[in-house]
């Protein structure tokens, strides 16, 4: 059973520019939820998708999307990014169905510097 | 709104003394509570769940809905015990998980 993997490990980017995250679930899981989690601060959910709708979404603007495709990988895309995007970006994966609170296995983050 | 308060940044406990990491939340109704844990370049990982009412590693946590509390208890500190931990709440099964800002629990030797 492999766990769950985020790519890129770091990434810099300037404001204004637009940047894709990606996750690869653990095997068999069809749920997938992103959080934001700045220095200092919990993690703080994005929003959630399950098998590749939307499911659920914290108070984050519309130029934060996301996708999931049918081998349940994901992508978080953020647009016009702004120097407070600056975070560790986690994503986590569950076999839960709809249930956001079923356990869920991190990945390691992707850090996001916008300059 | 929902929030969760965990009032000490860094917590620094002898080896052999108890341990209790403080939890409070706000939610009117009943929510679901959890604890996370982030070990030392390790990824983050459920601890325990109140609905489960389980020992985790000797941590246990009680839910105080008179106190609105969820706090992490261990009788005896152990040094892989230092780590990260952040309380969570959720509104319902199928709702999002609020996040506290986390303590830093310090096991000295």
């Known amino acids: 059973e492999t766990g769950v993997t985020q790519s890129p490990t770091h990434l810099i980017k300037t404001r204004g520019q637009q940047v894709t995250l990606r996750c690869s679930s653990q095997?068999?899981?069809?749920?997938v939820s992103w959080y934001q989690q700045a220095l200092g601060q919990g993690p703080q959910f994005i929003f959630q998708?399950?098998?590749?709708?939307?499911?659920g979404r914290g108070n984050f603007p519309p130029r934060f999307s996301g996708l999931q495709f049918p081998n349940y990988s994901s992508e978080l895309n953020v647009n016009a990014l702004e120097l407070d995007d600056s975070a560790l970006y986690l994503c986590?994966?569950?076999?839960?169905?709809?249930?956001?609170?079923?356990?869920?296995?991190f990945g390691p983050g992707t850090r996001l510097t916008v300059l | 709104a929902q929030r969760v308060t965990q009032p000490e940044k860094l917590l620094s406990v002898f080896k052999g003394a108890p341990v209790e990491l403080k939890c409070n939340y706000s939610y009117s109704g009943s929510p679901e509570l959890f604890w996370y844990v982030q070990y030392s370049r390790q990824r983050l990982q459920l601890l325990l769940r109140?609905?489960s009412r389980e020992s985790i590693k000797g941590f246990t946590a009680d839910l105080n809905k008179g106190e609105t509390s969820f706090h992490l208890k261990k009788p005896f500190a152990q040094e892989e015990d230092s780590a990260m931990y952040y309380c969570?709440?959720?509104?319902?099964?199928?709702?999002?998980?609020?996040f506290g800002k986390g303590t830093r629990l310090h096991i000295l030797p």
């Open positions: 986590a994966s569950s076999c839960g169905g709809r249930a956001s609170t079923d356990t869920q296995y």
């Open positions: 969570a709440l959720s509104r319902n099964r199928d709702d999002k998980i609020i």
């Open positions: 109140h609905i």
């Open positions: 095997s068999g899981h069809n749920t």
């Open positions: 998708y399950y098998r590749e709708e939307e499911n």
